[in-house]
């Protein structure tokens, strides 16, 4: 069963503006962490924020987590057309890592 | 680039049959993961396993086997395949439990 699950399933932006997805989930963890993938490829690690942080930054990506609502989002600032791909968080709970069915980012040019 | 051999890319079979697919770790990462990922289910994980032991078990069918060798490479087999098997299975692997998972470019498989 999937731990985490992303909100919206897709978004479509214009480049340069800001893009943000949120990411609900069931239980306690041990650190959430965010991936990206584009089409047909392996997973990239973007991320990773444990569960006693509020908020982490990694050049243009801004991440939050609020344990206590379990959810976290990822903000995208200043969109780029290469920024196209889908976006999963992951919940590092009980014993291994669980996807979310992701948010599919289409940035036009 | 990951570090994390995937082969074969693609792989067309008809039902069945048995494959295996094979995934060599990123350098010093004793941690291998597979996972399936098809459009209805998403990101499926598989099986788990640290320096040639089973960690974590996840959704795999009872068809499908798993095995780390002393080198640390990871092999996944599939029996007896169905058409709902076709989908995309990646291998990742990591340094130590809860650390970011470095992941392969996948297999595909089809199977007809």
């Known amino acids: 069963s999937q731990q985490g699950e992303e909100d919206p399933q897709a978004l479509s932006i214009q480049e340069g503006e800001n893009a943000t997805m949120n990411c609900s989930y069931k239980?306690?963890?041990?650190?959430l962490q965010w991936y990206r993938q584009n089409s047909g490829r392996g997973l990239v690690h973007l991320i990773l924020?444990?569960?006693?942080?509020r908020e982490k930054h990694s050049g243009r990506l801004r991440v939050t987590l609020d344990t206590s609502k379990k959810s976290s989002s990822l903000l995208i600032t200043a969109s780029r057309a290469a920024d196209t791909a889908s976006y999963f968080c992951?919940?590092?709970?009980?014993?291994?890592?669980?996807f979310g069915k992701g948010t599919m980012l289409l940035v036009s040019p | 680039d990951s570090g994390v051999t995937q082969t074969p890319k693609h792989l067309i079979t008809a039902t069945g049959q048995r494959v295996t697919l094979r995934c060599s770790p990123r350098s010093g990462d004793l941690s291998v993961y597979w996972y399936q990922q098809s459009l209805d289910q998403g990101l499926q994980f598989l099986i788990q396993y640290y320096n040639g032991e089973e960690r974590a078990k996840g959704n795999i069918l009872e068809r499908f086997s798993a095995q780390q060798f002393p080198d640390l490479h990871s092999e996944l087999n599939l029996s007896s395949l169905e058409l709902g098997d076709s989908a995309l299975y990646f291998c990742a692997s990591s340094e130590f439990r809860g650390s970011p998972l470095h992941f392969g470019n996948g297999t595909r498989l089809t199977v007809t």
């Open positions: 239980t306690s963890i041990n650190n």
């Open positions: 924020i444990r569960s006693n942080e």
């Open positions: 992951a919940t590092d709970a009980i014993s291994t890592l669980t």
